[in-house]
T-cell receptor
């Protein structure tokens, strides 16, 4: 079983839509959680950390559900520029990150 | 803040050449640096983790004699792909982190390596 799993998508949504991705992790002792965005043929860029109480940054909301071992990312009012692959990352307490394989989002006009 | 620079961005060279890639944290001291490889349409694959001044820890299946990692200072790590072959062609990305594992990793621009 993979450490971190994501639905690869693609999610095809119209501009202005709200879209949500989930990412499940297998290690209940995981300590830290992040969402990254990766554009085609580019490096991943940190989108936001995910805190236990949930956190919001503009149109983006991240949540952590420890009981069910998943994190989520909600994007409101989708823009064309949100089209990218979204990677979740889960850190254990031994210095290591595990990345999901990414969920591809296509926002269409 | 948290800028990581990777150089070169592109390398095209002949089979058998050794290629050196540099990863620098420009505005913070990186306690730990990571090297990843990503094949087209696949996820990031961690190759090795390095802490300044100590030997790198390689992931299973990654040959340490093939992929030499040096982390000589808190702001610089290098990856040398020795005697590269076409199957080594990939997108190599470094990341750097300050502090403990609850801190995010910040990625360099990546190096696209093509071996002819």
């Amino acid at each position: 079983r993979k450490e971190v799993e994501q639905d690869p998508g693609p999610f095809n949504v119209p501009e202005g839509a709200t879209v949500a991705f989930n990412c499940t992790y297998s290690n209940s002792a995981s300590q830290s959680f992040f969402w990254y965005r990766q554009d085609c043929r580019k490096e991943p860029k940190l989108l936001m950390s995910v805190y236990s109480s949930g956190n919001e940054d503009g149109r983006f909301t991240a949540q952590l559900n420890r009981a069910s071992q998943y994190i989520s990312l909600l994007i409101r009012d989708s823009k064309l520029s949100d089209s990218a692959t979204y990677l979740c990352a889960v850190g254990d307490n031994f210095n290591k990150f595990y990345f999901g394989s990414g969920t591809k989002l296509n926002v269409k006009p | 803040g948290a800028v990581v620079s990777q150089h070169p961005s592109w390398v095209i060279c002949k089979s058998g050449t050794s290629v050196k890639i540099e990863c620098r944290s420009l505005d913070f001291q990186a306690t730990t640096m990571f090297w990843y490889r990503q094949f087209p349409k696949q996820s990031l694959m961690l190759m090795a983790t390095s802490n300044e001044g100590s030997k790198a820890t390689y992931e299973q299946g990654v040959e340490k004699d093939k992929f030499l990692i040096n982390h000589a200072s808190l702001t610089l790590s290098t990856l040398t792909v020795t005697s590269a072959h076409p199957e080594d062609s990939s997108f190599y990305i470094c990341s750097a982190r300050f502090g403990l594992s609850n801190q995010p990793q910040h990625f360099g621009d990546g190096t696209r390596l093509s071996i002819l």
